[in-house]
């Protein structure tokens, strides 16, 4: 089945031969919708977390930061932003020469309030001889667009949300890179430096690195705070093999198999590579001003030291079962532990011999850990929060999409539908075990989550292969905490328009 060239395009990946057997098996056989218990709410699964107890956990995470610990910020930032722009694409290449749409009025109408509008004043007298406003009161609306999207223009149809102007300054316009840099600042520090990590697409990391270079000299003067500013890409070996209707491996016009990225669950592997004890995990769109960054400061210290009391929890015990000769009254306080605060029950944890018991602490407390920011459900994307059932037949909280429940199981749309909070994407997680060495992450993914999604070639259908979700499957097997936080600090920019919401002006 597999040519000499596919050997050697699948040696250049780093993949390997049963990999992709198995990934076939894979699209035969589909995955396995998950087993729930419940969705996850206050009381049940979500803590909500009293103003004394906030203070409290800011003061532990002030404190875990004075012993100078190695901290860093993970922002996923890939691919361009092009669905950002999918309305404005219509308008641009559509027949309509004026704006019809609410969407197209509003852009128009508005087009002054976006933090970018003097780099594209800029371009329209440059491609024109005119501004932007000149343009359109002659009609000329679509030539506006093109200065925005095209390369000849600003490019920002190809280009990645972080580079993006989001935010106007008195003294300047700033991106979603330079907004994470700059909350790196106000929570991520430790002896006066913070890690910033962004992952990046091949295509864009120079663009990437030429910001970096031009900027931080000026935030560190600001801050007064040294930057380590790094960079990865998702790794060819995390690509997966395209298939056909027919699960056969889908081939190009020239004969090549066809390989896709395999999804934000990739980057499990970038966030294992990281030699950090916390990691903060926030999307690349999702940030604000100046004048609201209060909120999110307060909250990301409340789920970071949230996360370091119960690391420093599971450490003791994990020392203490080292140290051999553990009662029953220390067992059970370890059990109230991994069932009250880390909401995990084992079947049968109750009937268990010393020996057996002491093997399931270990196990279960010896993982990755993360605390994760619940926002009140409004409408929005994104996963839920739930209690689900593991392939060890233990219960424990994951952060479940759409694909992975059993739409005709009533109970389980119900729950789903009736669910009161959702991810945002706010993480903070810890990825060393207890006597100090990182956890070798890809070990904690479930393979049983991932999906499959139907996408085209050349015209012709395909089945892409999508790896276990990064905060979803990637994490299954982590203990797992979750925090409400405040619906202000989740302001995601899925359209140009809502660069014109309030938390963005």
């Given at each position: 089945?597999?040519?000499?060239?596919?050997?050697?395009m699948?040696?250049?990946?780093?993949?390997?031969?049963?990999?992709?057997?198995?990934?076939?098996?894979?699209?035969?056989?589909?995955?396995?919708?998950?087993?729930?218990?419940?969705?996850?709410?206050?009381?049940?699964?979500?803590?909500?977390p009293?103003?004394?107890?906030?203070?409290a956990?800011?003061?532990?995470?002030?404190?875990?930061?004075?012993?100078?610990?190695?901290?860093?910020?993970?922002?996923?930032?890939?691919?361009?932003?092009?669905?950002?722009?999918?309305?404005?694409?219509?308008?641009?290449?559509g027949?309509?020469?004026?704006?019809?749409?609410?969407?197209e009025?509003?852009?128009?109408?508005?087009i002054?309030?976006?933090?970018?509008?003097?780099?594209?004043?800029?371009?329209c007298?440059?491609?024109?001889?005119?501004?932007?406003?000149?343009l359109?009161?002659?009609?000329?609306?679509?030539?506006?667009?093109?200065?925005?999207?095209?390369?000849?223009?600003?490019?920002?149809?190809?280009?990645?949300?972080?580079?993006?102007?989001?935010?106007?300054?008195?003294?300047?316009?700033r991106?979603?890179?330079?907004?994470?840099?700059?909350?790196?600042?106000?929570y991520?520090?430790?002896n006066?430096?913070?890690?910033?990590?962004?992952?990046?697409?091949?295509?864009?990391?120079?663009?990437?690195?030429?910001?970096?270079?031009?900027?931080?000299?000026?935030?560190?003067?600001?801050?007064?705070?040294?930057?380590?500013?790094?960079?990865?890409?998702?790794?060819?070996?995390?690509?997966?093999l395209?298939?056909?209707?027919?699960?056969?491996?889908?081939?190009?016009?020239?004969?090549?198999?066809?390989?896709?990225?395999?999804?934000?669950?990739?980057?499990?592997?970038?966030?294992?590579?990281?030699?950090?004890?916390?990691?903060?995990?926030?999307?690349?769109?999702?940030?604000?001003p100046?004048?609201?960054?209060?909120?999110?400061?307060?909250?990301?210290?409340?789920?970071?030291?949230?996360?370091?009391?119960?690391?420093?929890?599971?450490?003791?015990?994990?020392?203490?079962?080292?140290?051999?000769?553990?009662?029953?009254?220390e067992?059970?306080?370890?059990?109230?532990?991994?069932?009250g605060?880390?909401?995990?029950e084992?079947?049968?944890?109750?009937?268990?011999?010393?020996?057996?018991?002491?093997?399931?602490?270990?196990?279960?407390?010896?993982?990755p850990?993360?605390?994760?920011?619940?926002?009140?459900?409004?409408?929005?994307?994104?996963?839920?929060?739930?209690?689900?059932f593991?392939?060890?037949g233990?219960?424990?909280?994951?952060?479940?999409?759409?694909?992975?429940?059993?739409?005709?199981?009533?109970?389980?749309?119900?729950?789903?539908?009736?669910?009161t909070?959702?991810?945002?994407?706010?993480?903070?997680?810890?990825?060393?075990?207890?006597?100090?060495?990182?956890?070798?992450?890809?070990?904690?993914?479930?393979?049983?989550?991932?999906?499959?999604?139907?996408k085209?070639?050349?015209?012709?259908?395909l089945k892409?292969?999508?790896?276990?979700?990064?905060?979803?499957?990637?994490?299954?097997?982590?203990?797992?905490?979750?925090?409400?936080?405040?619906?202000?600090?989740?302001?995601?920019?899925?359209?140009?328009?809502?660069?014109?919401?309030?938390?963005?002006?």
């Amino acid at each position: 089945m597999l040519s000499s060239e596919d050997r050697k395009m699948l040696a250049d990946k780093g993949i390997s031969e049963q990999q992709i057997q198995h990934q076939l098996e894979q699209f035969r056989e589909g995955f396995p919708f998950l087993k729930l218990r419940a969705a996850a709410a206050i009381g049940n699964g979500i803590v909500a977390p009293s103003e004394a107890e906030c203070q409290a956990l800011v003061k532990a995470w002030e404190d875990y930061k004075a012993e100078g610990h190695h901290i860093t910020k993970f922002v996923p930032a890939s691919g361009a932003a092009s669905r950002m722009f999918k309305n404005m694409f219509e308008f641009r290449d559509g027949d309509h020469d004026a704006p019809a749409t609410d969407f197209e009025k509003t852009y128009f109408d508005r087009i002054q309030d976006f933090a970018f509008f003097p780099a594209l004043d800029d371009a329209c007298q440059v491609l024109y001889g005119e501004g932007a406003l000149d343009l359109i009161e002659a009609g000329r609306y679509k030539e506006v667009v093109a200065a925005m999207l095209n390369e000849d223009g600003l490019n920002y149809g190809q280009l990645p949300k972080g580079l993006l102007q989001f935010h106007a300054y008195e003294e300047d316009a700033r991106t979603p890179l330079e907004e994470h840099l700059v909350e790196a600042a106000q929570y991520a520090v430790s002896n006066g430096q913070t890690d910033v990590h962004f992952t990046v697409s091949t295509e864009h990391r120079e663009l990437f690195e030429d910001l970096v270079a031009r900027v931080l000299s000026a935030y560190e003067e600001k801050y007064k705070v040294k930057y380590h500013v790094s960079f990865s890409e998702q790794k060819p070996s995390t690509d997966t093999l395209a298939a056909t209707m027919d699960n056969e491996p889908f081939r190009t016009d020239d004969g090549k198999l066809l390989f896709r990225p395999g999804g934000h669950g990739a980057l499990i592997q970038n966030l294992s590579d990281l030699d950090s004890d916390i990691v903060f995990i926030k999307n690349i769109d999702n940030v604000v001003p100046d004048r609201l960054k209060p909120a999110t400061t307060l909250w990301k210290q409340v789920i970071a030291g949230a996360l370091v009391n119960a690391q420093r929890q599971a450490f003791t015990y994990l020392r203490r079962l080292d140290e051999g000769g553990v009662g029953q009254a220390e067992l059970q306080e370890m059990v109230n532990f991994l069932q009250g605060d880390l909401c995990t029950e084992v079947p049968g944890i109750a009937e268990m011999g010393t020996d057996e018991l002491i093997a399931t602490l270990r196990r279960k407390l010896n993982r990755p850990m993360r605390v994760c920011g619940m926002v009140k459900n409004v409408g929005e994307p994104g996963g839920g929060p739930f209690l689900a059932f593991n392939p060890d037949g233990s219960v424990s909280l994951q952060i479940l999409e759409s694909s992975q429940i059993d739409t005709h199981n009533p109970a389980y749309m119900a729950m789903f539908q009736s669910g009161t909070h959702f991810n945002p994407v706010d993480l903070v997680c810890a990825i060393r075990d207890y006597k100090g060495q990182r956890f070798d992450l890809p070990r904690f993914v479930d393979p049983a989550t991932g999906f499959i999604s139907y996408k085209s070639k050349s015209g012709k259908e395909l089945k892409a292969l999508e790896l276990p979700g990064l905060w979803n499957g990637a994490m299954s097997d982590w203990s797992t905490i979750f925090v409400e936080v405040p619906l202000e600090t989740f302001n995601p920019v899925k359209t140009v328009n809502d660069l014109l919401r309030p938390q963005h002006q």
